[in-house]
T-cell receptor, first 115, second 112 residues
Framework: EPEVTQTPSHQVTQMGQEVILRCVPI?????FYWYRQILGQKVEFLVS????????KSEIFDDQFSVERPDGSNFTLKIRSTKLEDSAMYFC?????????????FGPGTRLLVL | GQQLNQSPQSMFIQEGEDVSMNCTSS?????WLWYKQDPGEGPVLLIA?????ELTSNGRLTAQFGITRKDSFLNISASIPSDVGIYFC????????????FGTGTSLTVIP
């Protein structure tokens, strides 16, 4: 069964450093998403991406965040200058269409720790 | 962002018991989803609801979209140890967008 994959599974970085989280969505999906889950808290929407541009973003997704689809398979989330409060689990998801009726499939997540 | 409150926050039950949890908000939603998250993994969709009053089952799971469109509940019948995990509701306000708001989660422990 096709699945969303994410790398790395864990990342430790120093405050102020840039990190890039990588995702490979399901191959025939067209919509891609990033979510964040701070330890012990709820999952929070960050951004959705379609046709090489952001379609929706939350108030969390500020100027330090950016997303990119650098090639036909990868979807990345970049955090330019990490802060302590960026420590969280970051989930990538993908769906075949952008309709709210379309199932979003989540990856296993990348656990980011900012020291 | 929108606030979705789930209750209870955590549950400890005996294997075989039925479970009920709900999700409420002050906002009206057009889609309700229920997800299960196992430790260290991403959420997995259990049930999706698209219409007020809709009642949908998936095996031992049953979920309903509240008539007011501000709430939803999830029932699990005859719980088994593998039901252990955190259950999240998620709601979509927009009819055209795809920004889901997640609930605060219900942690379920099943005692064999």
């Amino acid at each position: 069964e096709p699945e969303v994959t994410q790398t790395p599974s864990h990342q430790v970085t120093q405050m102020g450093q840039e990190v890039i989280l990588r995702c490979v969505p399901i191959s025939n999906h067209l919509y891609f998403y990033w979510y964040r889950q701070i330890l012990g808290q709820k999952v929070e929407f960050l951004v959705s991406f379609y046709n090489n541009e952001i379609s929706e973003k939350s108030e969390i997704f500020d100027d330090q965040f950016s997303v990119e689809r650098p090639d036909g398979s990868n979807f990345t989330l970049k955090i330019r200058s990490t802060k302590l409060e960026d420590s969280a689990m970051y989930f990538c998801a993908s769906s075949a269409s952008g309709s709210g009726r379309e199932t979003q499939y989540f990856g296993p997540g990348t656990r980011l720790l900012v020291l | 962002g929108q606030q979705l409150n789930q209750s209870p926050q955590s549950m400890f039950i005996q294997e075989g018991e039925d479970v009920s949890m709900n999700c409420t908000s002050s906002s009206i939603f057009n889609t309700w989803l229920w997800y299960k998250q196992d430790p260290g993994e991403g959420p997995v969709l259990l049930i999706a609801l698209y219409k007020a009053g809709e009642l949908t089952s998936n095996g031992r799971l049953t979920a309903q979209f509240g008539i007011t469109r501000k709430d939803s509940f999830l029932n699990i019948s005859a719980s088994i140890p593998s039901d252990v995990g955190i259950y999240f509701c998620a709601g979509l306000i927009s009819l055209t967008g795809n920004q889901f708001y997640f609930g605060t989660g219900t942690s379920l422990t099943v005692i064999p």
